[in-house]
């Protein structure tokens, strides 16, 4: 494991944050989540690749996208609600929910192994998957959303899960409204807004849960990845930002472009790849 980086691969890894941004922002767009599906796995390879130590790679990873995915999902709610698409009701009912269960999710995060935050993900996207790609329209749980306590346990549950996930809460919200018999873009759009409530207080989360750990990370961590907040990296955060928030619009246009049905497949197979990846990273970890 090297102590520092070389120009050439500063540079390379510099570019390999912002085409990651570029696509985060495009995904943000289409799919109504922040982008932090497909951030956490490619930031997880980058600190691998300058050597941030196991233990401290996924939840680092987890509070990094979440730090990133704040202005995308600020900007891909303006776009969809200037569109008119999203429920601003479901969004007042989950709003207080979603909050404590991002609270929740972060004090897990500062005393859980690395191991869980790849088995969320791998169940996560998982369910995700299969419901998008081999779903039915008669696979519904009601016509409409429950009243009263189950919808706010819905909206803690997705705080606490997006939060251990590092995403902007639009898989777990999809899902859940689609099974309500929502449409497919009014379900993306309403996502867009719940990644604003979870990515802000999530960040701030992970600043606190990664405090009190950064003086026992090796210092190739902060030789490497400087100006790193708890278990947020601000460089990296500072890289993807600006491309993230130019192709989120984009995003925005290809969704309300595309058919019900090649959305619900487009999201599918994304999450498919997602889900394998963390699959085999979880099962190399248990042969170790």
């Known amino acids: 494991m090297s102590v520092g980086l070389s120009l050439a691969d500063l540079i390379w890894l510099a570019g390999a944050l912002m085409v990651a941004g ?64 999203v429920d601003a009701s479901v969004l007042r ?28 993900f791998v169940v996560v996207a ?15 749980i009601a016509e409409d959303f429950p009243r009263g306590p189950l919808m706010k346990l819905y909206g803690l549950a ?22 309500y018999g929502r449409p497919i873009h009014q379900a993306v759009a309403t996502s867009s807004g719940l990644g604003v409530l979870i990515s802000i207080p999530g960040a701030l989360g992970y600043i606190y849960a990664g405090w009190p750990k950064a003086a026992e990370l090796p210092q190739v961590v902060a030789l490497q990845f400087p100006f790193a907040l708890g278990y947020v990296s601000l460089i990296g955060a ?20 595309l058919s019900k049905r090649r959305l619900e497949v487009a999201f599918g197979l994304f999450l498919v790849l997602v889900c394998a990846r963390f699959a085999v990273s979880l099962a190399a970890g248990a042969l170790r």
């Open 22 to 85: 570029a696509v985060t922002g495009v995904l943000a767009g289409v799919f109504g989540v922040g982008g932090g599906a497909i951030l956490v796995p490619v930031l997880y390879e980058l600190f691998q690749l300058v050597g941030v130590p196991l233990e401290a790679r996924m939840p680092l990873c987890v509070g990094t996208s979440l730090a990133i995915i704040i202005p995308t999902s600020i900007r891909s709610y303006r776009a969809h609600r200037a569109r008119g698409a």
């Open 93 to 120: 009912q989950w709003a207080i929910p979603v909050v404590a269960g991002v609270a929740l999710g972060s004090l897990i995060a500062r005393v859980a192994p690395e191991f869980l935050f790849k088995l969320v």
């Open 126 to 140: 998982g369910v995700s998957a299969v419901r998008l790609l081999f779903g039915r329209e008669s696979w519904r």
């Open 158 to 179: 997705i705080g606490v899960l997006s939060t251990l996930m590092g995403i902007g809460g639009g898989q777990l919200s999809n899902l859940l409204m689609t099974f």
């Open 238 to 257: 500072l890289v993807v930002m600006p491309a993230s928030m130019l192709t989120a619009p984009l995003g925005v246009k290809l969704a309300h472009a």
